[in-house]
């Protein structure tokens, strides 16, 4: 699976952005699809994620209420809709996929995911 992760940009503190990921494939299929996203000297950091199945969908601590994950089967598409922005916001979002299910647990890992996309930057201005 490719995928392609698009709409980032620059906002203001207190904004709304959402971000794109692409996939070259149906992604009624995969399993699971997730954002991750990482600053500057930091490590990658687990934002979100949808699971198949009714197995619902996950969030940081970090952007709980704040951000929404959502799939849309018909344009092979997950979204990452992000409100009230803040400057710790700021980083390098990426997309990932897992074809297969995985513990619910990996779901908030890299190692819970086999395919990730190139990133999209996003910086809050404060």
């Known amino acids: 699976v490719q995928l392609q992760a698009s709409g980032g940009g620059l906002v203001q503190t207190g904004g709304s952005l959402r971000v794109s990921c692409a996939a070259s494939?149906?992604?009624?299929?995969?399993?699971?699809m997730g954002w991750f996203r990482q600053a500057p000297g930091k490590e990658r950091e687990f934002v979100a994620a949808h699971r198949r199945g009714g197995e619902g969908t996950y969030y940081g601590d970090s952007v709980k209420g704040r951000f929404t994950i959502s799939r849309d089967n018909a344009k092979n598409t997950v979204y990452l809709q992000m409100n009230s922005l803040k400057p710790e916001d700021t980083a390098v979002y990426y997309c990932?996929?897992?074809?297969?299910?995985?513990?619910?647990?990996?779901?908030?890992?890299?190692?819970?995911?086999?395919?990730w996309g190139q990133g999209t930057q996003v910086t809050v201005s404060s």
């Open positions: 494939e149906g992604i009624s299929s995969i399993y699971t």
């Open positions: 990932a996929a897992s074809k297969t299910r995985k513990n619910r647990g990996s779901t908030y890992y890299t190692r819970g995911y086999d395919y």
